[in-house]
């Protein structure tokens, strides 16, 4: 039995363009622009659009209503009560735990989900934030992330056991979190 080879053609590749050109390149490009048209082309100077004077009006109105709506009383308050005293608590726990117990929580969490590289850095990143003088700041932030991530987990595992289970479901949820996914923030 005898086979058939295709006839080989060498294909040749491009020669590539350093990256300090290239980088040279953009950054001689954006003089230029910013050169020939002033500063005339950024947000803050052109005009506004309809659709973002619509929005503006929403939230003007959200604004002037937060307190006498109904959707606002009755609801969204609420939700917006409930984070707020959820947030507080993980602020407490993390001000009781004091920097020597959040930062041996965080190389622990590390260790146990990576590896003693992982857990060797957080231990840095977190004294980091201590000797830079950040500390404040970064358990604010890491207290909004808990509650983000925890909230998120709350509602999406059951959002996603749900889509799993009932297709009619999962056929309406698809388009919603496909558009929230290309959604800006």
Known sequence: MTTATAPTRSITIPHRVDRRWALAAVVIGWIVICALFNGQL???????????????????????????????????????????????????????????????????????????????????????????????????????IVVAVSLSLLIGIPLGILAGISDRFNRWVTPVLDFMQIMPT
């Open 42 to 144: 950024n947000m803050a100077t052109g005009g506004s659009t309809t659709v973002q004077d619509w929005l503006k009006s929403v939230v003007e109105w959200a604004d002037a209503n937060r307190d006498s709506s109904p959707i606002f009383v009755y609801f969204i308050n609420y939700i917006g009560d409930f984070i707020g005293w959820y947030i507080d608590q993980v602020a407490w726990v993390i001000a009781n735990l004091g920097w020597t117990g959040v930062t041996a929580v965080a190389v622990a969490v590390a260790m146990v989900f990576a590896n003693w590289k992982i857990a060797v850095l957080t231990g840095v990143g977190f004294i980091g934030f201590g000797v830079l003088g950040v500390w404040d700041e970064s358990m604010l932030t890491l207290g909004f």
